[in-house]
């Protein structure tokens, strides 16, 4: 069994990886940060996402139930508003961790450049 599957099982929260996937490259300067933080965190959100449509998965069922049943979609309202409910929910609390993550990041790179002294220490 894959451990890294285990994140995103149904009923979790989404918790990005770590920016560096390992240590940070000795060379690595502030344009290069900004560069890997633009794509990382592209690629956190498009997990964060697909994590929180996967959580919400058996209510878009129930909403296609009902719209099969029903015929057309406007007798569904409940239905949409619970699936569209959870993801505004599973998505802010991606947000939220991202914000996180990427202060974590950028905390962790600060530390690098003063260790490596080839650039001030930010203040």
Partial sequence: HDPSMTRDEAGAEFEPDNVFLGDIPPKMDRANFTSLMRVRE???W????AH???QC???YQELQACTKSAGFFQSCWAENQ???KCMDKNKKNVKEKLSIWRANAHKEFSQHMSHS?????LR
Avoid at 117 to 121: F, K, L, R, V
């Fill in 117 to 121: 002294s080839n650039e001030p220490p």
């Fill in 42 to 44: 592209q690629e956190e």
């Fill in 52 to 54: 929180a449509i996967a």
């Fill in 82 to 84: 619970a699936f569209w």
């Fill in 57 to 59: 998965a058996p209510l």
């Fill in 46 to 49: 498009t997990r964060g996402v």
